[in-house]
């Protein structure tokens, strides 16, 4: 009885720290912040929180009334944050896309390359975009010298950390940090695919850029559906880049929705107002998530009848 | 380890192929290394020549930036508290993940599929959506039993290991699936109990997956920012909120702040480029499968 008990509770008991970590990190903070969305939890509040009056549904209807400047300001942010996700993840995964699909191949110098295309992805966060930081500094940086002072191409030196610029700034950032991933996967995924399509196909006389048509690019499908997947969710939430590369202030044009969350409620102590908001995120990506993988799914399994 | 397949396309290449890869990854390499030359670069100039326009070529060479990065702000004392965190965090995350892994592994039982799901649908989650609530629980525990979470190196060393957790044991169980099974059953009948077919069998052919799984959440906790700028106070400060204190100065030294950067990297890049082949399988596996 003991040993029956003892080998169906095992199981349990090996999950179990794991199990309470993620209750106390993740999934009991997630339930208190929709409760406190609910609440109207300001500076007053913080040391004893379940004190803090009931809002009711106000938290949400000041986050979502256009009209004001609450509003206006989250619904800017997140037109900022979408196309800033767009263009980022487009262009990371093309980036990756090519270069993975142009070194399939061996040739001279490939491992040294792909060591150098990892470096990105390895540099931690503060410190590679602290560079770029410096890089887009308007009377010292690196870009300016070669836009403006080798290449003429400005009239005069422009700001890139602060105005219009700033989102320029920050794709490029983002892009050069994520595309190592897409990279990464895709080489991943094209020696998943067999030799002897590539040999029937150029059997059939298919040239190199038809292979790439034919069987490259459709075969990294599956591979594709995860990875623009996970690059759209972490450039949409990506919190580091815009925080290290602006501080605590943060471009209008660039004023990404983490960072717009982060500074309403430590700025303003309105804790209340700052989950409200990160509840509606999330609605936000798990809709987004939920049509994409059925609208994926149903491409793929209609592409494989 | 899986060896790279025989190059796919045994056709010769024509030359718009050559010259067009030829271009493309050099313009890619000068891309992805410009940061890390002005890094190199910036870190070896005296300071006039990061105070005017950008050089390429130093005007002249010196180590002094890597001797003063030392007093400008307390980076030692940074460097411990980051070293204790990660080094806290990927050893509690790895021996955490390596438990759960092994009963999902090798267990069926109910909730298995739940579990998996849950965990790793946490990662997709905002991280400010847990910053706030996570933040005020702390506060009120410490206010309620006097441990303090808040502003400590154990609140945020549970922190990071979570961080890391959900993908540790999806890679973890992907190679532990690799591992025949007959081999830890006859590890039993030898007489070993479950755990110790686990530490005897599975973990030591499991090594390459630890070793990935252990940089990876090394990287995760060494890197993160925004619950470090949250969680820490000046004594508890992690790398990745005090090398902003350079910036903040009334004067920047960027030549200071490019050889700390440099400095805090190199730890994190040389592992994994040293790593990169068990990583590169670890980190894709699930992508790919």
Known sequence: MIARLRRIGLPYLLLLPALLLELLIHLIPMIVGIVMSFKQLTQFFIRDWGAAPWAGLDNYRVAVDFDAPVGQALLHSFWVTLCFTVLAVGLSWLLGTAAAILMQDAFRGRGFLRAIFLVPYALPVYAAVITWSFMFQRDTGLINHVIHDQLHLTSERSFWLIGDNSFTALVTVSVWRSWPFAFLCLMAGLQNIPRELYEAASMDGAGVWQQIRRITLPSLRPVNQVLVLVLFLWTFNDFNTPYVLFGRSAPEAADLISIHIYQSSFVTWNFGSGSAMSVLLLLFLLVVTAIYLLVTSRRRDAADA | ?289
């Open chain 2, 1 to 289: 380890m899986r060896k790279p397949p025989p190059p796919p396309s045994p056709m010769a290449q024509p030359k718009s192929f050559i010259w067009t890869r030829r271009i493309f990854l050099t313009l890619l390499t000068v891309f992805t290394l410009a940061p890390v030359y002005v890094m190199l670069s910036s870190s070896l100039k005296p300071l006039q020549d990061v105070q005017g326009s950008f050089r390429w070529i130093p005007s002249g060479f010196t180590f002094r930036p890597y001797i003063d990065i030392w007093h400008t702000v307390p980076l030692a004392k940074y460097f411990v508290n980051s070293v204790i965190v990660s080094v806290s965090a990927t050893v509690a995350s790895v021996a955490v993940a390596i438990f759960a892994a092994y009963a999902v592994s090798r267990y069926r039982f109910k909730g298995r599929k739940f579990f998996t799901v849950t965990v790793l649908s946490t990662q997709m989650f905002p991280g400010i959506l847990f910053l706030l609530p996570l933040f005020l629980i702390f506060v009120n525990i410490g206010n309620a039993t006097g441990i303090a979470l808040y502003g400590s190196r154990g609140g945020l060393i549970l922190t990071y290991l979570t961080f890391s957790l959900p993908f540790s044991i999806w890679m973890l169980v992907g190679y532990f699936d690799s591992i025949p099974r007959d081999l830890d059953e006859a590890a039993m009948v030898d007489g070993c109990g479950p755990l110790g077919a686990l530490f005897r069998v599975v973990v030591p052919a499991a090594v390459p997956g630890i070793v990935a799984v252990s940089v990876y959440a090394f990287m995760t906790a060494w890197g993160e920012v925004l619950f470090a700028s949250v969680m820490t106070n000046d004594t508890t400060r992690t790398l990745a909120v005090g090398l902003q204190g350079y910036a903040t100065q009334t004067d920047v030294y960027w030549n200071q702040v490019m050889a700390a950067s440099l400095v805090v990297s190199v730890p994190v890049v040389a592992g994994f480029l040293l790593l990169q082949r068990y990583l590169v399988v670890g980190l894709t596996a699930g992508a790919v499968k």
